[in-house]
């Protein structure tokens, strides 16, 4: 094998890692979004029936419009069944969907882009892509878990700061009243959960890439 072939062996594995990479953080983020009995179990364990003065019934209703509305496909405006919503809550949520589509988006192109990568590339059959990629998914949930458990209240002003680019987040009960069924635990449990769906991941990368070898 000549320079030539290594430099171009060398790029295709890069490109797949990073493909394969984007997938699964994507892929990760988007069951975790969609998977609702997360959110239906929180209401019991969380009590939020009991501390937003609601039913079950009720609570189900509006988290359901509220990841409706933050699919992909959907383009209408969100609009809670039972909570009024200020301008700056309409707006917040509004970025939110912003990101959320964006990473919906790098599920179906990293898909898409690795896919082909993996038909048309013969450099990726020794499978160091897959083991690049798993490996990077380990090192990602380490950090990201250390600096979750060392402290989740920072990490998640921090993560809004980094996010957005005002204060909106904030909400007030009064005027947004939709919070009061949105505690702070259970993005927790959503950021577990998605770190948990990246180690599953990484963990089958890996074993692929092995397989490869």
Known sequence: MDKRDKIHRALVTALG???????????????????????YLDIKILHIAESSA????????????????????????????DFPM????????????EIFDAFQLLFLVSLGGFLLLRWKAAALRDGRYARI?????????????LFV????????VLFHKLFFANDLWLFDYRTDPVITILPDSFFLHEALLI?????LFGSLALILGDRKK
Not at 195 to 199: E, G, K, Q, S
Request: glycine fraction near 6%; charged fraction near 15%.
């Open 133 to 145: 990629a798993g490996a990077a998914c380990f090192i990602l949930t380490a950090l990201i878990g």
């Open 17 to 39: 890692a990073v493909l394969l990479f984007a997938f699964i953080i994507s892929a990760a983020v988007v069951v975790a979004l969609h998977f609702r009995p997360l959110y």
């Open 86 to 97: 200020s301008e700056g809550g309409r707006i917040h949520f509004q970025e939110v969907k």
């Open 195 to 199: 770190l948990v769906l990246v180690l």
């Open 54 to 81: 609601l039913p079950p019934e009720t609570i189900r209703a509006n988290y359901d419009v509220l990841v409706d509305y933050n699919s992909l496909w959907n383009r209408g405006e969100l609009n809670f069944p």
């Open 149 to 156: 458990l060392l402290g989740w209240d920072k990490a998640f």
